[in-house]
């Protein structure tokens, strides 16, 4: 069976649906942990849409934008799971809807 | 020679010798790194002004330039460092005394950040400017490990960080694919006289969104108060001003000379920046209202300051822009020194409570006075600086016609009013609570908060070295924006 040719459309929009899922994670779920794999995944779909944007474009700079988000986000997430190691120290748990000490 | 030790360069290199210092001086002699850091700053200010003088070539092909808006927000954000460093060597951090070097260092790398934000022209290094303020931010944020509402102070920016950058890093994306190209001047060439196509809004309104965060405009505000309530307060006067007028300038940059200053581009996004201005100030304002919590009361506070220079922004125009530059500098000189009394009461009392300021007037009548300037100001209370301020903006509200964000400016500024007095009240009608700590607040406040109640006095009635300031920042950008192309 043959679905056609993988357009740029279509990587635009699974990048999008990716986004979109990335979000919904950050928003809904509970455990910080999962919290910050969502924000992974958003930062990986905007990557997915940038290496896409290159190849069919035949440019090279989004190809390399790809190497500054990867580096951000990994500077990123070591710096978030240091802080969760610190707050599980102190509270025992990472569930989002326990950070409540700041409430008015 | 001289021209690649811009300012930047200067502030890593303060960072990192700080770090090394820490190394370095034996264990006895490190009271005099907290000096150091001080002196540092003060001459890295000093530097700033004087470079803003001079004449500085474009480097890095379009990639970092000087003009107005960069010469007159680089003294800003240093100036932000030089305050953030004096409170921050008197930030009770508890059992955490030892392991301070870092809370000095970080936040000369987080202002190297942003003076290359004011600088940069093209969307790769904002992204990586912005990464360098906010990554030094939420450690910083985070740094009162002790204390479990710091933490999650850090961890909230973090998380609202994050999706700030994915929703950027998703406009860059498709602005590569629209435009074929980050660099402003470049996306100018490439779209002007034509219609906006869907794909470019879709990728300017990622990159508002993004933006929006970081000014915590409404909606995107939620993460503001509890931040700035959980984070060491040194921190939260940084992210108030510093990290705010970073994104105001970069709003100003995108939207009023670079990329996006399109007519295809203003005609969708000036409804949707007057429209956030709104919801921004009638939130901002309506919310302070019931907050016992100085530093949440300062969030909001900075919120409904954000939506009045979301207003001026969505004039589109040049008065719009030399309305959000003035109003970034009188929001300083207003915010900063609350901010110093906040730290102290702090000190004192062990929190921010707002009870603590009942019968201040009594107590201490200076601090009381300084701060009384300080929050009419900012209420926007003639013949203060706050008043030239909130004027220019609705000023340039009335003459792009923008009647309904005037109307709404206009009434929030009056019930403003009411809830800027609630403190005005509380040290001065409220009694003195009947236990009363015996410490007083040291002399320095009380000069640093009279001198700035001072400040917005003089300039209040003599605004010229505030005009001459924003007119600097105006004047060379319609020329750097030709040199561009």
New interface residues.
């Given amino acids: 069976m043959n679905f056609g040719e993988v357009t ?1 459309g279509h990587y ?1 929009a699974l ?1 999008l649906l990716l ?1 979109l899922i ?2 919904a994670g ?1 928003i809904l779920r509970r455990s ?1 942990l999962v ?2 794999m969502s ?1 992974e995944l ?2 990986n ?3 997915l ?2 290496v896409a ?2 190849k069919f ?1 035949g ?1 090279p ?2 190809q390399v ?1 790809v190497f ?2 990867i580096t ?1 986000a990994a ?2 997430v070591a ?2 799971l240091a ?2 190691v ?2 599980f120290r ?2 025992r748990t990472t569930a989002v809807d326990q ?1 409540a ?4 | 020679m001289i021209r690649w030790f811009c300012p930047e360069v200067l502030l890593v290199l303060t960072g990192v010798t700080l770090i090394l210092a820490d190394a370095l001086i034996p264990p006895g002699k490190k009271e005099w790194l907290p000096r150091l850091s001080i002196l540092l700053g003060i001459a890295l200010f000093i530097f700033t002004i004087w470079q803003s003088g001079q004449p500085m070539p474009e480097v890095w092909a379009n990639l970092f330039v000087t003009d107005g808006l960069s010469l007159v927000f680089k003294p800003f954000f240093v100036l932000c460092l030089v305050g953030v460093t004096l409170i921050s060597v008197r930030y009770p951090m508890g059992r955490e005394e030892v392991v301070r070097t870092e809370f000095l260092a970080l936040p000369f790398f987080s202002t190297a950040g942003l003076c290359l934000l004011a600088s940069a022209r093209d969307f ?1 290094a904002i ?2 400017a912005l ?1 360098l303020v906010a ?1 030094s931010l ?2 910083l944020a ?1 740094f009162h ?2 204390r ?2 710091s ?6 920016l ?2 609202m ?3 700030s ?2 929703f950027l ?2 406009g ?3 602005l ?2 629209t435009a ?3 660099e402003f001047s470049r996306i100018i060439l490439e779209q002007a006289g034509r219609p906006a196509s869907p794909a470019l809004l879709f990728a300017v309104g990622l990159i508002l969104t993004g933006l929006a965060f970081k000014i915590a405009a409404v909606p995107f505000h939620a993460w503001a ?3 700035y ?2 984070a060491p307060t040194p921190i939260t006067a940084f992210l108030a001003i510093a990290s705010k007028a970073a994104g105001f300038v970069l709003l100003l940059r995108i939207f009023c000379l670079g990329a996006f200053a399109l007519d295809s581009v203003g005609w969708v996004f000036r409804p949707i920046l007057l429209t956030m201005g709104i919801a921004t100030v009638t939130l901002g304002t309506l919310a302070a209202l ?4 100085l530093k ?1 009361y300062l969030a909001y506070s900075g919120i409904a300051h954000a939506g009045y220079m979301l207003l001026a922004l969505g004039t589109w125009g040049e008065s719009g822009m030399g309305t959000v530059a003035g109003y970034l500098w009188a929001y300083l000189l207003a915010t900063f020194p609350v901010f110093i009394f906040v730290q102290e009461l702090e000190r004192v009392h062990g929190n921010a409570d707002m009870r603590h300021l009942d019968g201040l007037a009594q107590r201490d009548p200076g601090p009381a006075l300084g701060l009384t300037l300080c929050f009419l100001s900012m209420a926007g209370l003639p013949p203060l600086l706050g008043f030239s301020a909130k004027l220019s903006v609705f000023t340039a509200l009335w003459s792009a016609g923008e009647i309904p964000g005037l109307v709404v400016g206009v009434i929030m500024a009056v019930v403003g009013l009411g809830f800027y007095l609630v403190p005005i009240r509380a040290m001065y009608w409220e009694r003195e609570p009947d236990v009363v700590p015996a410490q007083r607040f040291p002399s320095f406040l009380v000069w640093i908060l009279l001198l700035a109640g001072a400040a917005q006095l003089i300039l209040g009635f003599q605004p010229r070295p505030l005009v001459r300031l924003v007119e600097k920042s105006l004047a060379p950008m319609v020329s750097g924006n030709l040199q561009g192309k």
């Fill in positions: 740029l635009l990048s986004f990335g979000l950050v910080l919290v910050m924000l958003l930062l779909a905007a990557n849409a940038l944007v290159g474009h440019l700079d989004p934008a500054f988000v951000v500077a990123e710096l978030g802080i969760l610190a707050i102190i509270k950070m000490s700041l409430r008015f | 790769l992204f990586v990464e990554i939420y450690l985070a490990r002790s479990a509402a933490l999650e102070a850090g961890m909230k973090l998380v960080g994050g999706l950058t994915g890093v998703m860059i994306a498709w590569y694919a074929g190209s980050t108060p509890d931040v309530e959980g019931p907050q016992r919590n949440r």
